[in-house]
């Protein structure tokens, strides 16, 4: 959105298709926490700034950060499990192939999000 090469309208589509699709396969999704900001905007919702994790949080505080998972595709991402003391997954992807992503304490890389929970059920 902020590159705009959607509109919010396409993001809010997209967030929709995706609750539903975990609904039909028996999941949930209680909320969905976006950041359009660009680099270097200073945005703090902006990772790997934890201001998305700090906003979940003081919506449901109940959110056990020692049971909690950040699963991205991105060195940012893992940059916010890290600083959060969160454990994480990578799905890698081409982009990424050549990242720093190993440097980081991966718990987990795997090719997609089904994956990813399959090896969940797995451990």
Known sequence: VGKELMT???LKAIH????REVKRAGGRIDKIYSCTALEGSGDI???PSNGMILQAIEDYPEIDLDRSWMVGDT???L????RMGIKSAFVWTEPEADSAW???PVCVAVP???AFV???RSN
Do not use: H, I, N, T
């Open 75 to 77: 060195v940012s991402d």
């Open 102 to 104: 190993e440097s980081y």
């Open 79 to 82: 940059e916010l499990a890290k």
């Open 45 to 47: 919702r902006r990772k």
């Open 8 to 10: 919010e309208g396409d």
């Open 16 to 19: 929709e298709k995706m609750v």
């Open 112 to 114: 997609d999000l089904f």
């Open 118 to 120: 399959r090896w969940l």
